[in-house]
Each structure stands twice: as C-alpha cells, then as structure tokens.
C-alpha cells in the first residue's frame, strides 16, 4: 500500500493552527500525536478505531489519549492526501460541533484553493 502525503491546514495569514497547538503540549503528547500523524500517513483510509475515527461531512479525528486527556487532530482527503484542519482537546468524550464546524468550514476553505492552504511539517 503506498504512503499517504499528509498536510497540514495554512490559514491565509500563514500560521498553521495545528502545528501551534502542537508546539503548546507537553512533549509525551507531542510524541504520541506525531505518531498518529505517521500512522495516518502509512495507513490512509485503513486507519480505524481506536486510532481514527469519522465524524461527519468528510471529516475524521485522529485520536489520542494521555493521562485520561482526550487529544484530537480533525482531517480530511483531498485526493490521495490526508489534510489535517484543526485540533481539539476535551475531557468529555465527544467532540463540540463547533470544533467539527470550523474543520468543515476550513475543509471548503482548502479544496477551493489548495495552494494557498497547504502547509507541510518543517
């Protein structure tokens, strides 16, 4: 199975909200997110549970747990790439649908103008 290209999600000013909100969490949790983020890249659409998960309208979650935090990464495919939007942190074991509504809102944001969206990691 070839590799899946994983992106990272560029808001127009050019900050990458995703590699922020890593740069802020301890590092075990960095490791383990990075990881994810590898598995996502070796597995593709094959990730499942309790790895990944799909949410709704083309968006998945990338899912991590430390110390009884739950961390989450919201992707999307764009083509033969994994596109990863925003990120979440919660104790409660659901998403906010704010939070799925901002990666929707970013996913349409990306696919009209990929050029301008996508960020890879330095």
């Known amino acids: 199975m070839?590799?899946?290209?994983?992106f990272f999600f560029?808001?127009?000013?050019g900050t990458v909200p995703l590699l922020d909100w890593l740069d802020e969490l301890p590092a075990k949790v960095q490791d383990k997110c990075r990881l994810r983020i590898e598995r996502l890249?070796?597995?593709?659409?094959e990730l499942r549970?309790?790895?990944?998960d799909f949410l709704r309208d083309g968006v998945y979650e990338l899912r991590v747990r430390h110390q009884g935090v739950n961390y989450r990464m919201l992707y999307?495919?764009?083509?033969?790439a994994a596109v990863i939007l925003s990120h979440g942190l919660q104790k409660e074991r659901a998403?906010?649908?704010r939070e799925i509504d901002r990666a929707?809102?970013?996913k349409k944001r990306f696919a009209r103008d990929p050029d301008r969206h996508t960020a890879e990691e330095p």
């Open 2 to 6: 070839p590799a899946t290209p994983v």
């Open 10 to 13: 560029r808001e127009d000013d």
């Open 41 to 45: 890249g070796q597995l593709g659409h």
């Open 49 to 52: 549970r309790p790895e990944a």
């Open 76 to 80: 999307f495919f764009h083509g033969q």
């Open 95 to 97: 998403i906010p649908p």
């Open 104 to 106: 929707v809102d970013r």
